[in-house]
């Protein structure tokens, strides 16, 4: 299935309010509260993205958006542990030792697992609401988005010498 182009220009649109923030991050700490305006907006995005690719029929979007919001909000509470691990990172860059290494490696890999096993428990709710076929869309639509995320939160992320 090709990625729709709707999803692309889309994405494009979120890009730079990230590189913008990222150029922020470079001239002062970015606040808690930037970080939060930031992540309400690319929520908005996200919803309009997911709205016009998966293109609801009223019952559907009637049974999906409670659950979403759901799922999106649960999505936010592992958001925040990431963040925290870059946060982290970026304070300890300069002073990583084995024990800090260690320590946000765990946490690293306790954020892959908390992200499977969230996916895992909304996947029945999404297909009851979707079908099978439809909802696994919506997974690659989100799998994808989070993946541009991800790749924008650690662009200017060092690799450790």
Do not use: C
Not at 44 to 51: C, G, H, L, S, V
Not at 72 to 80: C, F, L, R, T, V
Not at 89 to 94: F, L, N
Request: hydrophobic share 45%; charged share 20%; glycine share 2%.
């Amino acid at each position: 299935m090709r990625f729709p182009i709707a999803l692309y220009a889309a994405a494009l649109l979120i890009i730079p309010a990230i590189y913008a923030q990222q150029a922020d991050v470079k001239s002062a700490p970015v606040s808690d509260t930037d970080i939060q305006l930031l992540r309400s907006d690319i929520q908005a995005d996200k919803n309009d993205i997911i709205a016009h690719t998966m293109q609801f029929t009223d019952a559907e979007s009637a049974a999906f958006w409670p659950i979403y919001r759901d799922y999106a909000s649960e999505q936010q509470k592992i958001g925040d542990q990431r963040i925290q691990l870059v946060k982290d990172y970026a304070s300890w860059a300069d002073s990583l030792d084995d024990a800090k290494a260690n320590n946000m490696a765990e946490r690293y890999f306790s954020i892959q697992n908390q992200t499977t096993s969230l996916q895992q428990s909304y996947w029945p709710k999404f297909e009851k609401a979707l079908g099978a076929k439809r909802a696994m869309k919506f997974f690659q639509v989100d799998s994808r988005l989070s993946l541009i995320l991800q790749v924008q939160l650690t662009a200017n992320i060092p690799i450790l010498p």
